[in-house]
């Protein structure tokens, strides 16, 4: 199973950018789908989730901002993200996380994201 993640880059405060993650290869069962980030510094935290059944998760520090969403055809995650503050800054993972007890989750490369004040 493979996770490639693109879309990040540099954008000012106030912008939008899109990312997205493109799965491939078998997933015994099904699985919910995340986005997670690393700043400099700090712990990877939790951005957004969303469950096989399509139904999405936040952070605090995001809702109202940020959009995950899917396409189950082309088993894809995206994460539309509004509204960028500089504190958004760090590197994005995409995730795949299987229901199935004791199956493995999978993570993407991760993509930079930088947003200047």
């Known amino acids: 199973v493979q996770l490639q993640a693109s879309g990040g880059g540099l954008v000012q405060a106030g912008g939008s950018m899109r990312l997205s993650c493109a799965v491939s290869?078998?997933?015994?069962?099904?699985?919910?789908m995340g986005w997670f980030r690393q700043a400099p510094g700090k712990e990877r935290e939790l951005v957004a989730v969303?469950?096989?059944?399509?139904?999405?998760n936040y952070a605090d520090s995001v809702k109202g901002r940020f959009t995950i969403s899917k396409d189950n055809a082309k088993n894809t995650v995206y994460l539309q993200m509004n509204g960028l503050k500089p504190e958004d800054t760090a590197v994005y993972y995409c995730?795949?996380?299987?229901?199935?007890?004791?199956?493995?989750?999978?993570w993407g490369q991760g993509t930079q994201v930088t947003v200047s004040s």
């Open positions: 995730n795949v996380k299987p229901i199935v007890p004791g199956q493995e989750t999978y």
């Open positions: 969303i469950t096989w059944g399509g139904s999405p």
């Open positions: 290869g078998s997933i015994f069962g099904i699985y919910d």
